[in-house]
């Protein structure tokens, strides 16, 4: 089992930045592949983000690629989502999950295990 606890969101203007943070529990968090997914009032839950249970492979969607960068400490069980240069579309609910033995191929919401109980983020304009 695998408790993911995110933090960092909050209210932004935009072209400013945030950095959320996901720390999940227990022994095997370096054989899950994570996700950031996002969710705005009334749409869908959205892939942003996948890093690879190794680390060594990343994918982002269309609409934050350049701007968002994932990374994973698993000595800190924590992986980081960098949001730069953030806009009013970015304005969501943000979701961390896991997935044991992850790929950047996952990127549907019901491909994953585990998940955080979302932080807010909002981007004024």
């Known amino acids: 089992q695998v408790q993911l606890v995110e933090s960092g969101g909050g209210l932004v203007q935009a072209g400013g930045s945030l950095r959320l943070s996901c720390a999940a529990s227990g022994r095997a968090f370096s054989t899950y592949g994570m996700a950031w997914f996002r969710q705005a009032p009334g749409k869908e839950r959205d892939i942003v983000t996948v890093i690879s249970w190794s680390g060594a492979a990343t994918y982002y969607a269309d609409s934050v690629k350049g701007r968002f960068t994932l990374s994973r400490d698993n000595a800190k069980n924590t992986v980081y989502l960098q949001m730069n240069s953030l806009e009013p579309e970015d304005t969501a609910v943000y979701y961390c999950?896991?997935?044991?033995?992850?790929?950047?191929?996952?990127?549907?919401?019901?491909?994953?295990?585990?998940w955080g109980q979302g932080t807010q983020v909002t981007v004024s304009s």
């Open positions: 999950a896991a997935r044991p033995g992850g790929s950047t191929r996952h990127r549907f919401w019901n491909e994953y295990d585990y």
